[in-house]
């Protein structure tokens, strides 16, 4: 039924690190770019990181700049998230998405979705 699936959520305590992980199985992800993005109850949908195609450009947003290192491996239909040094204001939903062909901030561009994997940043 999903398009792209998240993995690699869960709890982590202030400081620490996450490896997210999107994958695709119905479609290769070779011709599309693939962004991150996160939500809190009550806020707008933030971009974190952009990756195209071929890897050819990436793209990081402000609010988390510095603390994240996005990744692919076309072979394996998958893309990474690393994020390490992560704060109680990091928790959210994430969610990874696609569209042909290449990069856009605007999350309503990208039609084909994950289903979120929840990221919690506690003591």
């Known amino acids: 039924q999903e398009q792209l699936v998240e993995s690699g959520g869960g709890l982590v305590q202030p400081g620490g690190s996450l490896r997210l992980s999107c994958a695709s199985s119905l479609f290769n992800l070779d011709d599309y770019s693939v962004g991150w993005f996160r939500q809190v109850p009550g806020k707008e949908r933030e971009g974190l990181s952009c990756?195209?195609?071929?890897?050819?450009?990436?793209y990081y947003g402000d609010s988390i700049e510095g603390r994240l290192t996005i990744s692919r491996d076309n072979y394996k239909n998958t893309v990474s998230l690393q994020m390490d040094g992560l704060t109680p204001e990091d928790t959210a939903v994430y969610y990874c998405a696609a569209r042909m062909y290449g990069c856009h901030w605007s999350p309503d561009r990208f039609d084909i979705w994950g289903q979120g994997t929840q990221v919690t940043v506690s003591l």
């Open positions: 990756i195209w195609p071929s890897a050819e450009k990436t």
